[in-house]
């Protein structure tokens, strides 16, 4: 024993006395430990002890629910003062048959079901505070004790239940707590029959939404990969089509190559021609500037063949350009953004048509025949002097004179 009890026998009263001063010591710190730490002097827990049964004709009770509702945000002005009429009915309520309740929750659960002389409850907004106040956790065991529940609920077979369905089932286990645990308790009133059937209709709302929502999902995902698809083969044209003109530019590459071969044949046929006739008037040999006419035929004939191979290389050049601007412009407005990317990079590297066809006509150009760029009949030219068309055609008279008068003589 920590205390003892002693008896007076002059005034018949009995006193309390500590044995063991350091036991005081200890309780004293502990109670100053817990009014240190513990909530007392919240204003919503001092008011909650309003809802005690035993506080029911309190003088300042009406006040503290007063206070309590006003703290409530889905509380309006005008049940704020309905509060207050209601808590003095309650004051006046006859609650002796009510006491018998070892919980105040289930205490409040029969006064609530009071009914007014009209069928109505008593006390509507009233019994919408006293629930808010009492659902108020005053500690973490209940969300503890919670999660322990819907680990059960769940289980391992349904770890894809969904959230609704979650809280539906939890709170049809919180009601059968009220009776026992066992459905068969449970009243079948007409609010629970209608609100049996709303459940159902909004369940059957709700999937037929999630159908909806899972067809317009599946069809979008059909959209883009028909969409893929055609992009797919596009990029597969476009890049036969990249294939076909870079082998096209291969190919006129090489007739570039052909046409220049030909070119520098008839201008060095033209250049000896034209020096064995030089020599054929000096000498005044028939035979000599006759050969000589034919070496100059022969040579113009294949610069003239040049010319109008030249002149077809760069209407291809041309054609080859266009279609490569047009596959640009193709893959850039049809293709992704990082799929044109790669497929546009290597026809972005290579040159533009007129810049081709400029390569190519000018592997003549380089030696003196920039005319011919300019669809003007080629003329010898050497270290970029001109020599001009007349001296050339009076030289050729010349020598057709002289090959005259050597028929005449």
Same mark, same amino acid.
């Given at each position: 024993?920590?205390?003892?009890?002693?008896?007076?026998?002059?005034?018949?009263?009995?006193?309390?006395?500590?044995y063991?001063?350091?036991?005081?010591?200890?309780?004293?710190?502990?109670?100053?430990?817990? =009014?240190?730490?513990?909530?007392?002097?919240?204003?919503?827990?001092?008011?909650?002890?309003?809802?005690?049964? $035993?506080?029911?004709? =309190?003088?300042?009770?009406?006040?503290?629910?007063?206070?309590?509702?006003? $703290?409530?945000?889905?509380?309006?002005?005008?049940?704020?003062?309905?509060?207050?009429?209601?808590?003095?009915?309650?004051?006046?309520?006859?609650?002796?048959?009510?006491?018998?309740a070892?919980?105040?929750?289930?205490?409040?659960?029969?006064?609530?079901?009071?009914?007014?002389?009209?069928?109505?409850?008593?006390?509507?907004?009233?019994?919408?505070?006293?629930?808010?106040?009492?659902?108020?956790?005053?500690?973490?065991?209940?969300?503890e004790?919670?999660f322990?529940?819907?680990?059960?609920?769940?289980?391992?077979?349904?770890?894809?239940?969904?959230?609704?369905?979650?809280?539906?089932?939890?709170?049809?286990?919180?009601?059968?707590?009220?009776?026992?645990?066992?459905?068969?308790?449970?009243?079948?009133?007409?609010?629970?029959?209608?609100a049996?059937?709303?459940?159902?209709?909004?369940?059957?709302?709700? #999937?037929?939404?999630?159908?909806?929502?899972?067809?317009?999902?599946?069809?979008?995902?059909?959209?883009?990969m028909?969409?893929?698809?055609?992009?797919?083969?596009?990029r597969?044209?476009?890049?036969?089509?990249?294939?076909?003109? =870079?082998?096209?530019?291969?190919?006129?590459?090489?007739?570039?190559?052909?046409?220049?071969?030909e070119?520098?044949?008839?201008?060095?046929?033209?250049?000896?021609?034209?020096?064995?006739?030089? #020599?054929?008037?000096?000498?005044?040999?028939?035979?000599?500037?006759?050969?000589?006419?034919?070496?100059?035929?022969?040579?113009?004939? +294949?610069?003239?063949?040049?010319?109008?191979?030249?002149?077809?290389?760069?209407?291809?050049?041309?054609?080859?350009?266009?279609?490569?601007?047009?596959l640009?412009?193709?893959?850039?407005?049809?293709?992704?953004?990082?799929?044109?990317?790669?497929?546009?990079?290597?026809?972005?590297?290579?040159?533009?048509?007129?810049?081709?066809?400029?390569?190519?006509?000018?592997?003549?150009?380089?030696?003196?025949?920039?005319?011919?760029? +300019?669809?003007?009949?080629?003329?010898s030219?050497?270290?970029? #002097?001109? =020599?001009?068309?007349?001296?050339?055609?009076?030289?050729?008279?010349?020598?057709?004179?002289? #090959?005259?008068?050597?028929?005449?003589?």
């Amino acid at each position: 024993m920590l205390i003892m009890s002693v008896y007076c026998t002059q005034c018949g009263k009995a006193y309390f006395q500590f044995y063991f001063p350091g036991m005081m010591l200890f309780y004293t710190k502990v109670i100053s430990h817990l =009014q240190k730490n513990l909530p007392l002097g919240n204003k919503v827990i001092q008011n909650a002890s309003c809802l005690n049964p $035993q506080n029911q004709k =309190q003088w300042n009770s009406n006040q503290q629910i007063r206070d309590l509702a006003g $703290q409530l945000p889905k509380i309006s002005t005008e049940e704020l003062a309905s509060v207050s009429d209601e808590w003095r009915m309650y004051q006046c309520l006859d609650t002796s048959s009510f006491r018998h309740a070892t919980r105040v929750d289930h205490y409040w659960r029969d006064v609530f079901k009071t009914k007014s002389t009209d069928g109505q409850k008593k006390f509507p907004v009233l019994e919408k505070v006293v629930k808010s106040i009492l659902i108020l956790p005053h500690g973490n065991a209940d969300v503890e004790r919670g999660f322990s529940v819907n680990r059960d609920v769940i289980g391992d077979d349904r770890p894809d239940l969904e959230m609704d369905a979650l809280n539906g089932l939890r709170l049809s286990k919180e009601v059968l707590k009220m009776y026992d645990g066992k459905p068969e308790k449970v009243p079948l009133t007409r609010e629970l029959i209608n609100a049996v059937a709303v459940a159902r209709t909004s369940y059957e709302a709700r #999937k037929e939404k999630e159908k909806l929502e899972n067809e317009r999902l599946e069809q979008e995902k059909k959209r883009k990969m028909e969409e893929e698809k055609k992009l797919q083969k596009e990029r597969e044209r476009a890049a036969e089509e990249k294939e076909s003109l =870079q082998r096209k530019e291969k190919r006129l590459e090489e007739k570039e190559d052909e046409v220049k071969d030909e070119y520098d044949l008839g201008k060095a046929i033209l250049e000896d021609g034209q020096k064995e006739l030089a #020599k054929g008037i000096k000498a005044k040999d028939l035979a000599l500037i006759t050969k000589a006419n034919v070496l100059i035929e022969t040579g113009k004939t +294949k610069m003239a063949e040049a010319e109008k191979q030249t002149k077809e290389i760069r209407e291809k050049w041309k054609d080859i350009g266009e279609r490569k601007s047009k596959l640009l412009d193709k893959v850039t407005r049809k293709v992704s953004p990082t799929s044109s990317k790669g497929k546009s990079s290597d026809i972005k590297n290579k040159p533009p048509s007129s810049e081709r066809s400029g390569k190519g006509v000018s592997k003549i150009a380089s030696e003196g025949q920039s005319s011919h760029l +300019k669809n003007k009949p080629l003329t010898s030219e050497k270290n970029g #002097k001109d =020599q001009p068309d007349r001296k050339r055609k009076s030289t050729e008279k010349k020598g057709h004179s002289e #090959k005259s008068k050597c028929h005449k003589k």
